[in-house]
């Protein structure tokens, strides 16, 4: 039983930074893929990263590669999003999960089984 906490969203312009922190709690936080996904109004929950246990393979969204970068640091049960040239359609609000199982799935929604709250981002133009 995770609890996922999100945080680093704000309002920035076209071409700025955000880096998103999702903080864990709980013992197991190290024994599950972790994913960030996104959600515009009016459109589904979309994929955008993911990474493996220990960091040692990450998952991106063609959408977002090159420009963000997903990384996890085990020992502060802590999930990071860095988020770079940011675009207006980055917009959305972003959550952070947990995936319990060990598929290969890391960029269905339907896999992940624990959820944040999410953190709004807000990309102006």
């Known amino acids: 039983q995770v609890q996922l906490v999100e945080s680093g969203g704000g309002l920035v312009q076209a071409g700025g930074s955000l880096r998103l922190s999702c903080a864990a709690s709980?013992?197991?936080?190290?024994?599950?893929?972790m994913g960030w996904f996104r959600q515009a109004p009016g459109k589904e929950r979309e994929f955008v990263a993911a990474?493996?246990?220990?960091?040692?393979?990450?998952y991106y969204a063609d959408s977002v590669k090159g420009r963000f970068t997903i990384s996890r640091d085990n020992a502060k049960n802590t999930l990071y999003l860095q988020m770079n040239s940011l675009k207006p359609e980055d917009t959305a609000v972003y959550y952070c999960?947990?995936?319990?199982?060990?598929?290969?799935?890391?960029?269905?929604?339907?896999?992940?089984?624990?959820w944040g709250q999410g953190t709004q981002v807000t990309v102006s133009s």
């Open positions: 709980g013992r197991t936080f190290s024994s599950h893929a």
């Open positions: 999960a947990g995936k319990l199982d060990s598929g290969v799935y890391y960029r269905t929604v339907a896999r992940y089984d624990y």
């Open positions: 990474i493996t246990r220990i960091g040692g393979s990450t």
